[in-house]
């Protein structure tokens, strides 16, 4: 697998700033032959709580989750797990051929829905069931129906434990689920999060998103930023395309002026991140200053990246030229955080706030060309006015499109760069 990194951030900073944003976009290609190793490890975590007995949803998670078994190629390590306030690993790590697939199957068919909802100790027997192998690609795929029944602290505790150990696909079923917490899964274990709404949804999400993790050449990638500790230090680092996922809690410093941010797997895809620096001190007017070296680290490779450089002027018209990747992504960000809170107004009742922010979050869609967000959005608020972003909510929404609505804010639309030459 090759990496390439492009930087773009505004090349002329105004006397006395001392801030940069970076967009990195990051492009991985296959170089002739697979990557070696490489190999999956694949989990299917059931929800089978009480509530999932209700209006089908656990006879089609099960049928859904039934046909992905029947799909999965000789040679692949996958697992099942049931749970609800305790986790039943139903299939334990095995690798695939025709004959586990049938048994496995089988004891799918046998899981029934009853008791609390536990995603602690879903997590948990999942860590227990991937092997430790350093070039194993490790994901699973967690169906819910509703709340974490987990005590204040435990979650969060038990991500803490996981974290690195494999990536996590959340998914709502039904509209009992709280997007909050799905988000907070799918942020630490770098997967995403979405509502399926129907057996239908369900079979071609695990299709689609098995198909993705398969794709998968290269497992625990991460970027490396060089910073010299005493010119600036990092500030935030996230991905930001496909989905805004915050990478800056879960750094790891290789020395003082050196530190690794995990991305997970990859294949043959491009993603965008945004680095936030702070200078110690801004430059000189005229001054050109490398303030960072990157580079993209797997495995034993280090490929070098380039450096991100700026220079000050005190000229208003270059310094007022903002880099379009770093306008667009900026958007993109103001538009997740219109959208969340928003919606935590209306969980609230503060239906006023709620319009105001919903119809900022709109507009920012709009603006952007997120034709995905525009569309989530217009399900649940009219427009009145869409030059001002003015809108109101709809009467008879559906409690599922207000779920996907949130949780779809974390899923961004890119903006091509040139090319590089």
């Known amino acids: 697998m090759k990496f390439a990194l492009q930087p773009f951030c505004n090349a002329y900073l105004p006397e006395g700033a001392t801030r940069v944003d970076v967009i990195m976009t990051v492009r991985a290609t296959q170089d002739g032959a697979p990557t070696a190793g490489g190999r999956l490890e694949y989990g299917i975590l059931i929800d089978c709580s009480g509530s999932m007995g209700e209006r089908g949803k656990m006879a089609s998670a ?21 749970f609800e306030g305790a986790a039943n690993v ?36 999942a860590a227990g069931q991937f092997s430790s192998a350093a070039n194993a690609v490790r994901v699973c795929h967690l169906f819910t129906d509703g709340e974490n029944g987990d005590d204040d602290g435990v979650l969060a505790k038990r991500l803490q434990q996981v974290k690195g150990k494999f990536q996590c696909e959340c998914r709502g079923i039904g509209d009992g689920w709280r997007p909050t917490q799905l988000l907070q899964i799918a942020e630490a274990l770098l997967g995403t999060a979405k509502g399926v709404s129907s057996g239908e949804d369900i079979a071609a999400d695990l299709e689609t998103t098995f198909a993705q993790a398969a794709a998968r050449g290269v497992a625990n990638v991460r970027l490396r930023l060089i910073v010299p500790p005493k010119m600036a230090r990092v500030v935030d680092v996230q991905q930001v395309s496909p989905t805004i996922i915050s990478l800056s809690a879960q750094g790891v410093a290789m020395d003082d002026r050196t530190f690794d941010y995990p991305t997970g797997a990859w294949g043959n895809e491009e993603r965008d991140f945004h680095v936030v620096l702070e200078m110690k001190q801004a430059g000189n007017v005229g001054e050109q200053l490398r303030v960072a070296r990157t580079a993209i680290v797997f495995g034993d490779a280090v490929e070098d990246q380039p450096a991100v450089t700026v220079t000050w002027s005190a000229d208003a018209s270059m310094t007022a030229r903002i880099d379009p990747q770093v306008a667009h992504y900026t ?44 569309r989530r959005l217009a399900k649940v608020v009219d427009v009145v006015d869409a030059a001002q972003g003015t809108v109101r ?27 590089a030459p």
């Open 62 to 82: 099960k049928l859904a989750a039934r046909a992905a078994i029947s799909r999965i190629p000789d040679g692949v390590t996958f697992f099942v797990i049931a």
């Open 393 to 419: 909510l709809r009467a008879g929404v559906r409690k599922t499109d207000i779920l996907e609505a949130e949780v779809g804010a974390t899923r961004t639309v890119r903006r091509s760069p040139p090319k």
């Open 90 to 125: 139903v299939v334990p790590a095995t690798v695939s051929a025709a004959q586990a697939r049938a048994a496995a199957s089988q004891q799918v068919a046998g899981i029934e829905a009853n008791g609390g909802t536990s995603m602690a100790n879903a997590l948990h027997a």
């Open 331 to 374: 958007g993109q960000a103001e538009l997740a955080e219109a959208t969340r809170e928003g919606f935590n107004a209306l969980d609230r009742g503060d239906t006023q706030t709620a319009t105001v922010r919903l119809g900022q979050a709109l507009k920012l869609a709009q603006d952007s060309g997120n034709e995905e967000a525009t």
